[in-house]
């Protein structure tokens, strides 16, 4: 999907390409929350709206989990 692809583009490329293995093993040491929220937004090109409604929390509360899973995941893709 286009969108889920553009909306990815907070990680740079540097950060993703030729790292999969890096960036699943990312991943999967994050709260599950936010695991939650990045395959939500960024692989099923979900809005935040959507999510709000999926996971009955407030828009500016996903956004929150959002920006704290795109941090662990640059710090846990930094640390291994």
Aim: proline share 0%; glycine share 4%; aromatic share 8%.
């Amino acid at each position: 999907d286009g969108n889920a692809r553009e909306r990815f583009s907070e990680l740079s490329r540097e950060e993703t390409e030729g790292s999969n293995d890096l960036f699943e093993y990312a991943l999967q040491n994050i709260k599950e929350k936010e695991r939650e929220v990045i395959i939500g937004i960024f692989y099923e090109g979900r809005t935040l709206r959507e999510m709000s409604e999926i996971m009955n929390l407030s828009q500016t509360r996903i956004n929150q989990i959002r920006n704290n899973a795109v941090q662990h995941i640059r710090k846990n893709m930094a640390y291994r």
